[in-house]
């Protein structure tokens, strides 16, 4: 018996191109005939956060999963992490400011945007206590001491290497007050012109976060590197 195909099913279903969000696997949509049907699962919807913990139904929660993997998930879930990341362009286009990272260890030494963890409340886990763009005007003031208008761009989930899910809501903004950034935490800021940014110093997803944010070309983006990562707005 295959699930009817429906649209939010096929939306769920492209955010990894059709792959187990957790495990890589094939997924199909619909029953198929042939030799498909033999290697390709079939697609569940997995909430990243359970709805007996306060997940939502909407998109941003869902992802497809093989039935392993919907199973197996308990565990991952517990240490799920939720980010916000803020790329700030000028308002020409032609630079950016960016972050020469200490930490977590897989960052060191390498750049990123203006990033940090959505607060939840203490006593209930993944229920956050601020909404993602809050969150985002914050660490931009305690990172930069910038007020910046932000836009939210995209949301992005994956798995890390120890196996924690993560998701991060990613924004934009377009302002000249970066070039009054103040330099508050021990984390270094570095404008950058767009066409010297060092793409061999940049944490991963940027190569295609930091293009996204001036073109908007394109709604969705498919990382062969990170298999599981998508950008969907
Ligand atoms: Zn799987």
């Known amino acids: 018996m295959v699930a009817p ?12 191109n059709g792959r187990c969000f957790f495990c890589g696997k094939k997924l199909y949509l619909e029953k198929r005939y042939g030799p498909q049907t033999i290697e390709y699962k ?3 919807i997995d909430h990243l956060i359970p709805r007996a913990r306060g997940g939502s139904d909407q998109y941003f929660n869902l ?7 919907n199973h197996r998930k308990g565990a991952r879930v517990s240490s799920m ?12 286009l032609k630079n950016i400011l960016l972050i020469r990272k200490n930490r977590p260890p897989w960052q060191k030494g390498l750049l990123n945007g203006v990033e940090g963890k959505i607060k939840e ?9 601020e909404i993602p763009l809050t969150a985002m005007k914050r660490e931009c003031k305690e990172e930069t001491g910038l007020h910046l208008i932000w836009n939210m761009g995209g949301h992005m989930s994956g798995v890390n290497e120890d196996e924690s899910v993560f998701q991060c809501w990613i924004f934009y903004a377009y302002d000249d007050r970066i070039y009054d950034f103040q330099q508050i935490e021990d984390e270094v800021l570095e404008l950058f012109p767009m066409d010297k940014v060092p793409l061999d110093q940049v944490i991963p997803n940027l190569h295609y976060l930091i293009p996204f944010g001036i ?10 590197r990170d298999a599981f990562i998508t950008i969907t707005y």
């Not at 992802?63 to 993997?69: A, I, N, Q």
């Not at 409340?121 to 206590?129: A, E, L, R, Y």
């Not at 073109?215 to 062969?224: A, E, I, L, Q």
């Open 215 to 224: 073109h908007r070309t394109s709604s969705h983006y498919y990382n062969k």
């Open 121 to 129: 409340k203490s006593n209930t886990p993944q229920i956050f206590d």
């Open 63 to 69: 992802v497809p999963s093989c039935f392993s993997c």
């Open 81 to 92: 992490k939720n980010y916000v990341v803020g790329f700030a362009y000028s308002e020409d």
């Open 42 to 44: 079939r697609m569940t």
């Open 5 to 16: 195909l429906t649209r939010k099913r096929k939306r769920v279903w492209e955010k990894t």
